[in-house]
């Protein structure tokens, strides 16, 4: 990670400080796909993982510019979306939903990514992480199998949105 960037958690009762940030640096990062309507309602996904009490969220900042963020919530234990695609459903099911990871443009391919990815998830108390990866983005999920996750299914949670690679993986993350 470039030696300029430092890093910032926040929570729930953070949310409404951050929330402008988050879309903006949304708005960077999918540029070129703002005219499709499921990219406009990333808004509603801010405050639909946000009103959860457990959101956490990872801010990277380049002096004061944010460059990218990471954020999720803990799943409802017992009603992981997840529980569908695997047989049997591991003991300890507890689960983090890793929502949301993106970097704006002009700070991609620094590791930036991996930085976000590791400061949301190694002090977790559950005993996996899950999230979706659009299945048109296969270097993508190759990355995300590098980090320790594992494609376990398939599944399109919109009728307008891509279709998904389901990735699990344990924690805490290998190193």
């Not at 009603?79 to 991609?108: G, I, K, Q």
């Amino acid at each position: 990670m470039p030696p300029t960037l430092a890093l910032r958690s926040y929570t729930h009762d953070d949310l409404p400080a951050i929330r402008q940030v988050l879309i903006d640096v949304h708005a960077d990062a999918y540029a070129d796909q703002m005219d499709d309507e499921f990219h406009q309602r990333f808004p509603w996904f801010v405050d639909h993982w946000g009103k959860n009490a457990g959101f956490a969220c990872v801010v990277a900042y380049d002096a004061d510019e944010p460059v990218g963020f990471a954020y999720g919530a803990p799943a409802t234990p017992g009603h992981e979306w997840w529980r569908d695609y695997l047989d049997p459903v591991p003991e300890n099911s507890s689960t983090f939903s890793f929502s949301e990871l993106m970097v704006r443009p002009a700070w991609r391919k620094q590791g930036i990514s991996e930085h976000l990815h590791r400061a949301l998830l190694d002090d977790r108390p559950e005993a996996h992480a899950v999230l979706l990866v659009d299945t048109t983005h296969p270097r993508v999920q190759t990355l995300y199998e590098s980090w320790g996750y594992r494609k376990v299914g398939e599944q399109r949670p919109f009728a307008d949105s891509p279709l998904y690679a389901v990735m699990m993986a344990s924690l805490p993350l290998r190193a």
